[in-house]
């Protein structure tokens, strides 16, 4: 059964500062892995997509990931209320018929306090 | 509006029902994925179609759900005799065909069923 596992949170930061999500795998076959963003009552957001070990950068977001330790985080830099969602952190493999469903967490909810 | 369409937004039904969901993917892609999300929960795969062919409905219950995305219009989510424990938000996402586990999923705006 392939899981993946984050903080259920609440995470509470004040405004400008870091939020950094966290999320663990345990399929180590793995190739994709996605961060998405998920507004209360409304459908998940694509925020970040990374493939290989390391950083990715994309404005505030920043994602790592390290497949030796199955790991794959968030930070968001300078926090904003408008940040303040349910993250979902997602990973993906080949499996049957070449089926690439995402596996999800239960989401880290964050809390930016003006 | 080239994002993926999901409708109805909303649907209520009674218990023994049929509840039809439609999602039309996004423009080029061919791919769709359904999932869903009980409250409070996390996002749960069900099923991944592609056009006339059911890929993988691994995530699918046994019994009272099917689904279909036929060569000419929007891909279905039936659910007879619905129960109180279908009430969920189920989300519809498309991708194109990439292979290698590449692919990104663009989800749309989900149907949120409630039975009573």
């Known amino acids: 059964q392939k899981e993946v596992e984050q903080n259920s949170g609440p995470l509470s930061v004040p405004e400008g500062a870091i939020a950094s999500l966290n999320c663990t795998y345990s399929d180590r076959g793995s190739q994709s892995f996605f961060w998405y963003r998920q507004y209360s009552g409304k459908s998940p957001e694509l925020i970040m997509s990374i493939y290989s070990n390391g950083d990715k950068e994309d404005g505030r977001f920043t994602a790592q990931l390290n497949k030796a330790s199955q790991y794959v985080s968030l930070l968001i830099r300078d926090s904003q209320p408008s940040d303040s969602a349910t993250y979902l952190c997602?990973?993906?493999?080949?499996?049957?018929?070449?089926?690439?469903?995402?596996?999800f967490g239960k989401g880290t909810k964050l809390t930016v306090n003006p | 509006n080239a994002g993926v369409m999901q409708n109805p937004r909303h649907l209520v039904r009674r218990r023994g029902q049929e509840a039809r969901l439609r999602c039309s993917p996004m423009?080029?892609?061919?791919?769709v994925y359904w999932y869903r999300q009980l409250p409070e929960e996390g996002l749960k795969f069900m099923v991944y179609l592609q056009k006339e062919n059911i890929i993988d409905e691994s995530g699918m219950p046994k019994e009272r759900f099917s689904a279909e995305f036929p060569k000419e219009g929007p891909s279905i989510l039936r659910i007879q005799q619905v129960v109180r424990g279908d009430s969920a938000a189920y989300f519809c996402?498309?991708?194109?065909?990439?292979?290698?586990?590449?692919?990104?999923?663009?989800f749309g705006p989900g149907t949120r069923l409630l039975v009573l």
């Open positions: 997602a990973v993906n493999g080949i499996t049957q018929g070449g089926s690439e469903k995402l596996v």
């Open positions: 996402a498309s991708s194109t065909s990439m292979t290698g586990g590449m692919e990104t999923q663009y």
């Open positions: 423009k080029g892609h061919s791919h």
